[in-house]
């Protein structure tokens, strides 16, 4: 889990991995099973009408790492209709996953 990556550029995420590994040579950090989360992303998708596409995964899974990370987040800038349903989104996802898990 790497709550830090959504908030770099592109191109400063292997300049960041790079840092990380200077810091802590030989380290391997293991991938994290996702599959049953995702899971609940797609039950979600199909009830919203939305396609599940693999960006919009990696924006829901780096969103609950946030959560579980940090006690709240902040939304910056003037919030859009579709930044309040990304929200309400993730909530579902999270409610549902913890329902049935």
Known sequence: MDVNLP????HDIPLFEGIIQDLFPGLTLPKADYSEFLGAVA??????????VDFFNDKVIQ???????????????????????????????????????
Request: aromatic share 10%.
């Open 7 to 10: 908030k770099f550029l592109a």
């Open 43 to 52: 039950e979600v998708c199909q009830k919203h009408n939305l396609q599940n």
């Open 63 to 101: 969103m609950y790492e946030m959560m579980i990370v940090r006690h709240g987040s902040v939304c910056h800038g003037e919030m859009m209709y579709t930044d309040v349903q990304k929200v309400k989104f993730d909530v579902t996802v999270v409610v549902n996953f913890h329902q049935n898990n």
